[in-house]
């Protein structure tokens, strides 16, 4: 009896061998692990391409606006006055109302007047312009080319390019009371100029003022 179960015993073993072949054969093998990759650490000192600078291109300035307010003219009204050598000279300027600011020189020699001016400042579409007539003669027409401040005189200039002699006026104010009228040009090919040294006078009396 012990005989019969012998091959027994040896079949299943070799089935026992067999199915624990099978079972392993059937197990799926992991992948192995995937690390998670990284980019590189810059290196210290390297250089990182940047994008290119947008340049922002500035619109062009817009040309000024030409002066055609009076205010900044309101310091010639009134009464001025001077002397040099023989001379007597003086300018009076009235406040400015419809567009425009009129105002007469006179120059005097001795007892006889040897010059008068009647001139106007009037606004144009394109700026101020000074319109003087000498003496009864065809006017002339000045425009307002510049204002500075330079150290507490404000100058004013005024310019006629077509002519060669007065081809500027220019009037020198100070705060002080003090006003030099300036009339240039060429003469002959050669530079000209005339100043007229004033102050502020009071109109009725004739006295200095300081105002």
């Known amino acids: 009896m012990n005989r019969s179960r012998q091959p027994l015993r040896i079949v299943l073993a070799y089935v026992a061998a067999a199915l624990t072949n099978f079972a392993a054969e059937g197990q799926t093998t992991a992948p ?13 000192g390297a250089r990182t391409a940047a994008p290119p600078a947008t340049q922002s291109v500035a619109p062009p300035a817009a ?3 030409p002066l055609q307010s009076f205010e900044a ?11 040099a050598a023989r001379y007597e000279f003086n300018e009076q ?3 400015a109302r419809g567009g425009m ?8 020699v001795g007892q006889q007047t040897q010059d008068y001016t009647y001139m106007r400042i009037e606004s144009r579409s394109d700026g101020l312009y000074y319109v003087a007539v000498p ?3 065809k006017e002339i027409a000045f425009k307002l080319a510049g204002v500075e401040d330079n150290k507490g005189v404000k100058v004013f200039t005024f310019s006629n390019p077509q002519d060669e002699y007065p081809q500027r006026i220019v009037y020198r104010y100070s705060e002080h009371g003090l006003l030099f009228a300036q009339v240039g040009g060429k003469v002959d090919g050669k530079d000209k100029e005339v100043t007229y040294p004033m102050h502020r006078v009071d109109c009725v009396t004739g006295a200095i003022s300081r105002d």
């Open 101 to 108: 600011m009129l105002g007469s020189s006179q120059t005097v």
């Open 93 to 95: 300027w009235q406040s």
């Open 73 to 83: 003219l309101a310091w010639l009204r009134g009464c001025w006055e001077g002397k």
């Open 63 to 65: 040309p000024s606006a």
């Open 32 to 44: 192995p692990a995937t690390q998670p990759t990284t980019p590189p650490a810059t290196q210290p």
């Open 135 to 137: 003496s009864g003669k």
